[in-house]
């Protein structure tokens, strides 16, 4: 009779400390990909900006040393430029960016700074992409600074608040 309980306490503790380790790794993966796509958009405003390269192709060239996940949204933004008629780069680049909402770690917040692009990414002059480029660029800058310092602050909170949950509802059980 001792035995399916401690396989019981050791199944709840050991869930909630993984969970509280999930938790803690999606804090870490969200700072690597806000750094991951401010260094995409800094490609691809030197490929406007020195190269004079056009949107589908600078998008395409970007993708190419890129991380995820700004990798599959410049890759899939030019595909869509590519091969879709009649879509114009507002609404492919809103689709695209929406997508990355459920494949990512990025809050809405981060998602936000990039469909504020959407609008005047390749409507405006090269010069003026380059300035919107570079206004979202320290924009994430500061949101990836404040997802470091959750990551920072959060982390052990989750890892061990995760094990000291799973241990009080064993207590709370007994």
Known sequence: MLWPKLLGVILIIGGCG???????????????????????????EKEINYLRTPLPAALSQAARGAAEPARSLFAS????????????????????????????????????????????LGTSGGEEQVKLLTMVQEQLKVQEDKARLEEEHGRKLRVYGGFAFGAAVVLLLL
């Open 77 to 120: 933004t030019s595909q869509d430029l590519q091969t879709r008629e009649g879509i114009t780069i507002n609404e492919a680049w809103q689709h695209n960016v929406r997508s990355l909402y459920q494949q990512t770690n990025l809050n809405g917040q981060d998602l936000e700074l990039l469909l504020i692009m959407a609008p005047q």
């Open 18 to 44: 993984c969970y509280g380790l999930m938790s803690a790794n999606r804090l870490h993966h969200r700072v690597e990909q806000l750094l991951n796509m401010r260094l995409a958009l800094a490609c691809l």
